[in-house]
């Protein structure tokens, strides 16, 4: 048993490379980027000791070439979800009553394994199967997620040491229990820090973790398992399975050990979710904790003193990076009518910068293809539509083609309806929709933008005037649990702006903080008196 209070490493924001040509970072993910394009891996179920290889399978594409074929995952049968599910509860005793140092010693050499060795390794899977830039890739699977677990132990640390006040003569302490049973993590496709965080954080509280990550994110997730193994993380702690989705989730919350859900992806998935779990309630040991983060309808609003090319570029890094495919990108744009001539055609210049939408191997592309085939038909489905009607025009972009890849240009709609449908409905692509409002009208614009959309996840302001700024924090202080003055929507970094917002978007229990982590854990106060009272009078009686 570890014996002293102990300091952990100071966490620091991994610094994000540069990748310019002739650079070594650059030269290593484009070799390995063409190792892993040339070859075929094949992913099993990681339950314990074992790999499984079910035999069922399913292809990987990328989606910029979805016609080649990089690999197979494995699926899972509901056999396989009930081993998955044991294994970890027969490995949860012996990791809950591991020393939390020896818990975060494994983390924190995960992070370094991910800064070092598999840096070009995690980064190249990831621009193959989520087809993203190596700048997209570099501040998500190797920055983001090398953040996570560095700043999580800190703040496992903290949490530790929050203790209560004694009085004299007894000793009050509170220990951090991991919850009963296991916790059932779903990750999403779009960013692989986040589908290594969701299992990781609870598994470093002392939890153990049945993971299920996206299918169009198994590529990246495979590197994952490999860090966490050879870091030292335990058989059983974190099993990773693929499978039917509604059959994993059905056997993961039928279980009377289901102790908590971890998830980010849809609203209406989570919606159903949560429905599930208050059904089964009476099947449950414990209450379970629910933590999501799902969608959101953010917006970009410019005040008439913005400057005009602050908020075009705002715009365009804020909706087209990853090809709008962040639970941040902007999506919904308020400009004044003095201004949005200008700005709009700011936004025009950049587009045509861009190269046509093509592979993240190319270097010079700053947009590559949308994740899949059903995200490509709905976003085409609302370009038409949008195309064919009176209440708006499309004003950049509006081509789209998916002979080779999921291609679809960078598009932005003006519409004459600030509930158009495409301003309330989250497409989850590079599209953008912008409204124009009279000047004078800035403080119900600011109304409008609160009252419009069911989410709260992040949002902008952009001005100059500080009485403008201080009258939209204010008004919208429930419409965005991320919001950023004089910045684009996106981009947060763990440990300066913890994640997460409220109404439809989610829980708000702010991914990259101590707040999350508290979620997955249950306190148990310990009162211990000195000298034991051996009368039950009390002065009063006299």
Known sequence: MGKGFFQVPTAINEPVKSYAPGSPEREAVLKQYKAFFDSKVEVPLYIGSEEIYTGDTQTMSPPHDHKHVVGTFHKATKAHIEKAIQNSLDAREKWANLTWEQRAAIFLKAADLIAGPYRAKINAATMIAQSKTIHQAEIDAACELIDFLKFNVEFMSQIYQEQPESAEGLWNRVEYRPLEGFIYAITPFNFTAIAGNLPASAAMMGNVVLWKPSDSQ??????????????????????????????????????????????????????????QIGNNIDKYRTYPRIVGETGGKDFIIAHPSADAKQVATAITRGAFEFQGQKCSAASRVYLPKSTANTILDYVKADLESFNKPGSPEDMSNFITAVIHEGSFDKLAKFIDQAKASSEAEIVAGGNYDKSVGYFVEPTVILTTNPHYETMETELFGPVVTVYVYEDQDWSNTLKLVDNTSIYALTGAVLSKDRYAIDEATKALQNSAGNFYINDKPTGAVVGQQPFGGARASGTNDKAGSAQ???????????????????????????
């Open 516 to 542: 999350n982590l508290l979620r997955w854990v249950s306190p148990r106060l310990i009162k211990e008196t000195f000298v034991t009272p051996t009368d039950y009078r009390y002065p009063f009686l006299g």
């Open 218 to 275: 198994v590529y990246s997730a495979k590197i994952i398992m490999d860090v966490f193994k050879e870091a030292g993380l335990p058989d059983g702690v974190i099993n990773m399975v693929m499978g039917d989705p509604v059959m994993v989730s059905d056997t993961a919350l039928a279980s009377p050990d289901f102790s908590g859900l971890h998830f980010t992806g849809s609203t209406h998935v989570f919606k159903s979710l949560w429905k």
